[in-house]
């Protein structure tokens, strides 16, 4: 994805001024400073198979990751890592655990950026090493701290205050990497509670400009995972905390970027995906709004990002929030009314809706 199909930040004061960062360089692509919440995913296919990861990439690309991220955790994976940075289509970001050599490797491949996490990657002089490496090749670090794989020197305080432990880890990172030069980083501070992470993430950016990748770790499934995802982030969002996204789900990833622009267009603050405003199903709905706004909202990926389109399925709000969309349709008893700009553009039969309706989103491509 180019800098050119990225719509901008809108301007719309949904939230406050963004926390100032450092810039970092990711694959040519700028995170932090006054680049745009970057949205990120990462692939849930077994690294070392060089075809399903790359499949998974792309279809994370074409959902609007900007970054993929990959585990690296054997051998299998290290040998792909050349291919698949040559053959991706976005960024790729090496995640690393336990064997700082594999880091090590990851950035003789050429991947973008790295991903490290202090509670298990080794000692300070591994660390130092890694850094030295990535500094010669260009490459930042994020440094993961993860409530789950705090390393023991913070257990202790972990038990009273969860949140300063997250902070006191990532800061003592920043420290050693700091001084072998090394300030290229970025920072995630991650729980699977959402107050943690907002405490956390909030403390942190009182004293640091490091830029921050914003996440609840082990969320869970779909809707559950989304929602607690979104609890946090989106107060973090709204004061202007925060660089870069992931909704960790466990579900198909494209599900983590979809929902990652959605959250990022509520708040104002990206667009991706035209907006598809559909009534909340009751007893006086005459059409199945369920079924046809899914149909809509899948057809609606392909659009310009600011369009708007309702389906509604009574004439209590139908007519009003149809004449506000680009493409609306308001529904009767017999016949579906359909609006267009704001003004009655055609009525039909409920029978011909759907495949009326899908014509119609298409012409607004």
């Known amino acids: 994805m180019t800098e050119e199909n990225i719509n901008p930040v809108l301007r719309n004061g949904t939230c406050a001024p963004r926390r100032p960062t450092r810039s970092i360089n990711i694959g040519g692509i700028a995170m932090g400073a006054d680049a745009p919440v970057r949205v990120q995913s990462m692939t849930c296919t077994r690294t070392g198979d060089v075809e399903a990861t790359l499949g998974q990439i792309r279809e994370l690309v074409t959902a609007g ?29 090496a995640d690393v655990h336990y064997d700082h050599k594999m880091a090590l490797a990851a950035i003789a491949a050429g991947i973008a950026k790295l991903r490290i996490n202090p509670g298990n990657i080794g000692s300070s002089d591994k660390v130092r090493e890694v850094a030295a490496a990535a500094a010669d090749a260009g490459v930042p670090i994020r440094i993961g701290v993860n409530r789950g794989s705090l390393h023991s020197r913070y257990q202790e305080l972990a038990m009273t205050d969860p949140a300063g432990a997250l902070v006191q880890s990532a800061l003592d990172e920043i420290e050693t990497l700091a001084g072998v030069g090394f300030n290229d980083v970025a920072v995630s501070l991650k729980s699977s509670h959402p107050g943690e992470v907002i405490e956390a993430c909030r403390r942190f950016a009182k004293v640091s400009d490091v830029p921050q990748h914003l996440g609840v770790t082990e969320a869970g499934t779909l809707l559950a995972g989304t929602a607690i995802s979104i609890a946090a982030m989106s107060v973090l969002l709204s004061e202007g905390i925060g ?19 959605h959250m990022l267009s509520a708040l104002g603050l990206r667009q991706r995906y035209a ?66 700009q704001g003004k009655l553009h055609r009525t039909v039969d409920k029978k011909d809706l759907e495949s009326v309706l899908m014509e119609e989103v298409e012409r607004l491509k």
């Open 65 to 93: 990751a900007e970054f993929v991220r990959v585990t690296v955790n054997d051998s299998a994976a290290v040998e792909a890592l050349p291919r698949l940075v040559a053959e991706s289509n976005t960024p790729l970001v």
């Open 275 to 340: 907006r598809v405003v559909a009534c909340p199903t009751c007893g006086r709905v005459e059409v199945d709004v369920m079924a046809l706004a899914a149909k809509v909202e899948e057809l609606a990926l392909q659009l310009p990002a600011d369009r708007v389109i309702s389906v509604m399925g009574c004439i209590v709000n139908g007519p009003g929030e149809a004449k506000g969309a680009d493409l609306g349709i308001a529904a009767g008893k017999t016949k579906v009314a359909i609006y267009r």
């Open 243 to 261: 660089d870069t996204v992931r909704i960790s789900l466990a579900a198909d990833p494209v599900e983590e970027v979809r929902a990652a622009y």
